[in-house]
């Protein structure tokens, strides 16, 4: 999931908060809305009665709340996902702890449904970036083994010459072998 802000999962030492239900539950809302294409910017955001609070972000389905953000004041929080795929559809929910509670929370607010749905780019659209960053790492991968093989391919070529260039030497001493002493007369 890409997040204008860290992605984190909250996770917690013992004891987990406890859901108060003299709190009231969040309210939420998504932008611009919960059908979008794939790439498309969206935020959720949460809010309750203006009190001082962490806002936590669940997704149905995942056990630990997706990310978390203190209130820009005003009692609200926004949730912002950039470029959306259809791994970030699914329903999600809000609840907010109290700065200085960090063992109780607010009960687990209404829901807002996200989908997102593929769509096939139009003839002559030009490729956006890979998110990912797959395609930057294959052209690396390239790279590294056009490096490999080049460095292969001359380490071979060395051990040629080299062992071209020893049998020589041991041609010119076999040659010199059967020839008589060579005497020197002052």
Known sequence: MALSTPHRTISHCCPLPHADHSYSSPGISIHPEQCVEMGTNITIRCWNKDYGAAFLLHKDGSSAP????????????NFTFLAVTPADSGTYRCSYRLWGY???SSPLGDSVMLEVTPTAAP????????PTGAEEQSRANLVMALVRGFVAALVFGLRVYFVIDALSLCIQRDDNCGAPPVTVTV
């Not at 997706?66 to 929080?77: M, N, P, T």
């Open 66 to 77: 997706i990310q978390r953000q203190d209130s820009s004041g005003g009692g609200a929080a």
């Open 102 to 104: 960090p063992f109780v």
């Open 123 to 130: 003839s002559g659209t030009p490729k956006l970036p890979d």
